[in-house]
């Protein structure tokens, strides 16, 4: 298909891992990114990861990367409140373009 | 460092006015983008710039929409006439880079057209 695709919906007790999935479509994207958007605001810049990785850590995130498969996902641990919010992953494709995903919103309950 | 900044952060217009959009990266940023994000989707790119050309417009709407990089630093974007579904929030964006790296976003402008 020609969309990146996420699920819409994620919802995670406060303390518990959330894992947010998402599926690209180009095999020679060189760059895959997560982006955070809290309500009213711009994206912001997550974490990326080289095409030439399958696991990049920083912090309480994770992403791991299955290039034949297409698919990357972000693994936040110890999940907080303050982690609600859209999460978007990204492809770049030529000239550095981005091909985003619809988002998939993280509610994170008490 | 200051972040990429936008104004007007919110605007209301009625179907076939006008409305014009500014962006201001990061300094020292090449390229600059303008995304358009309707309610519940993604980012969708309308044009890159690079310094002050156009790298890519091929998903811009140039019967109505334009944009303007002069002197590769602040752009603007504008639409003209409105239409109900360019109700979004337009984000702009920019990296350091030409080729490959992270885009850095801007807070938005979130326009209703009524």
């Known amino acids: 298909g020609e969309d990146v695709e996420q699920s819409l919906f994620l919802s995670v007790r406060e303390g518990d891992s959330s894992v947010i999935n998402c599926t690209y479509t180009d095999s020679s994207s060189t760059y895959l990114y997560w982006y955070k958007q809290e309500p009213g605001a711009g994206l912001q810049l997550l974490t990326y990861i080289f095409s030439n990785m399958d696991m990049k850590q920083d912090q309480r995130l994770t992403v791991l990367l299955n290039k034949k498969d297409k698919h990357l996902s972000l693994r936040i641990a110890d999940t907080q409140t303050g982690d609600s919010a859209i999460y978007f992953c990204?492809?770049?494709?030529?000239?550095?373009?981005?091909?985003f995903g619809a988002g998939t919103r993280l509610t994170v309950k008490p | 460092e200051a972040g990429v900044a936008q104004s007007p952060r919110y605007k209301i217009i009625e179907k076939r006015q006008s409305v014009a959009f500014w962006c201001n990266p990061i300094s020292g940023h090449a390229t600059l983008y303008w995304y358009q994000q309707i309610l519940g989707q993604g980012p969708k790119l309308l044009i890159q710039f690079q310094n002050n050309g156009v790298v890519d417009d091929s998903q811009l709407p140039k019967d109505r929409f334009s944009a303007e990089r002069l002197k590769g630093v602040d752009s603007t974007l504008k639409i003209q006439p409105a239409k109900l579904e360019d109700s979004a929030v337009y984000l702009c964006?920019?990296?350091?880079?030409?080729?490959?790296?992270?885009?850095?976003f801007g807070p938005g402008t979130r326009l209703t057209v009524l």
């Open positions: 990204a492809e770049s494709i030529r000239n550095n373009d981005m091909r």
């Open positions: 964006a920019s990296s350091p880079g030409t080729s490959g790296g992270a885009q850095y």
